[in-house]
């Protein structure tokens, strides 16, 4: 089994990459493909000492930057790293997944095209697994599919339910669609659609809408909304982690007690923090497409790569592509 990573993903590759590939390679014994320009790649991994053999490369010359249009590397670059690397993916058996911190959107294009969707699944989702009071939530979407229609986030509560079973470990999943209140009654004629559909084919995990204010409480295993609305609920989420650490990092400056209160709960403070930490996660799962596609930050550093490799390696330990076929052909 390998796993393809996109060397050029990302504001701190290739070297940042390069690094968390060799980390996950001494870690965990990982094969890994890495997809970009050959002599630049291998001037990063001239300074570490390897397992050669568990490392290849793929050239591929065309570099996709974060500002090109998403439609760039099934046009106009399909020598990039993140084309070449997903077309090993599709050709090759031995690979199994792949990861790249780059453009998402070209990321999620070349996805698409290349890989194909599942069947019974028309459109694809990014997943955000989410610290909560409880333990973990999944959101989706997070950005894929900005303007869906109803059947696409049933799909997408199918998928995250899976999801959320393998990965997650939770042994029944609980499903709820994001609105601005609980009551059914509550939202636009599109939500309220979604909610009659999920009632029917999700009967005993649907437990119906989930405010805002719930997704950090617990109060659901899964929560499903259109792309556009959960890229705002990410990126407010990861503004306020940060917020939150800088104004705590400022406020006991101005206290020689709090600094000490705060060197003695140095250990808790550092597992809050690891907990809330995207880098420990490694990457969003793009789901819906046949085949296991990992999208990392674009401020990944080789923590994150490190840990995106070892999820992709999980998903195909978990073979939950597979199982995602089955509970989607359940519903078709």
Not at 270 to 297: C, F, N, T, W
Not at 310 to 321: P, Y
Not at 325 to 332: S, V
Request: glycine share 10%; aromatic share 4%.
């Amino acid at each position: 089994m390998k796993i393809v990573v996109d060397a050029m993903g990302g504001d701190h590759a290739p070297q940042a990459v390069v690094d968390g590939t060799i980390q996950a390679v001494k870690e965990f014994g990982i094969s890994v493909v890495l997809t970009g320009p050959k002599e630049r790649i291998l001037q990063e991994l001239s300074q570490y000492d390897y397992p050669k053999e568990l490392v290849s490369i793929v050239d591929a010359p065309d570099v996709v930057a974060m500002d090109d249009p998403a439609t760039v590397t099934i046009r106009k670059k399909r020598n990039s790293s993140v084309s070449v690397g997903i077309n090993l993916l599709k050709a090759d058996p031995d690979c199994r997944g792949f990861i790249s911190a780059g453009n998402t959107g070209a990321v999620v294009a070349a996805a698409t095209v290349f890989l194909g969707m599942m069947q019974g699944v028309e459109r694809p989702a990014i997943g955000a697994v989410l610290p909560t009071l409880k333990g973990f939530a999944l959101v989706l979407d997070v950005g894929a599919n900005t303007d869906p229609k109803p059947q696409h986030l049933v799909q997408s509560a199918l998928l995250a339910h899976v999801y959320a079973r393998d990965m997650l470990g939770i042994e029944n999943p609980s499903v709820g669609l994001l609105n601005v209140g609980e009551e059914e009654t509550k939202g636009t004629d599109f939500v309220k659609e979604i909610h009659r559909i999920l009632s029917e084919r999700l009967p005993q995990n649907f437990v119906g809408n989930v405010e805002g204010s719930g997704i950090y409480r617990g109060d659901c295993d899964c929560i499903v909304c259109d792309g556009f609305v959960g890229n705002v609920v990410l990126k407010v989420s990861e503004s306020l982690a940060e917020s939150a650490i800088a104004l705590l990092k400022r406020e006991l400056k101005k206290s020689p007690v709090a600094m000490l209160g705060a060197w003695l709960m140095k250990s808790r403070l550092k597992q809050i923090r690891r907990y809330a930490d995207y880098s420990e996660y490694g990457g969003a799962p793009l789901l819906g497409v046949d085949g296991i596609v990992m999208i990392s930050h674009g401020r990944s550093d080789a923590k994150a790569i490190k840990n995106a490799i070892r999820a992709a390696r999980r998903e195909v330990e978990h073979n939950v592509i597979e199982h995602m076929r089955k509970e989607i052909g359940r519903f078709a």
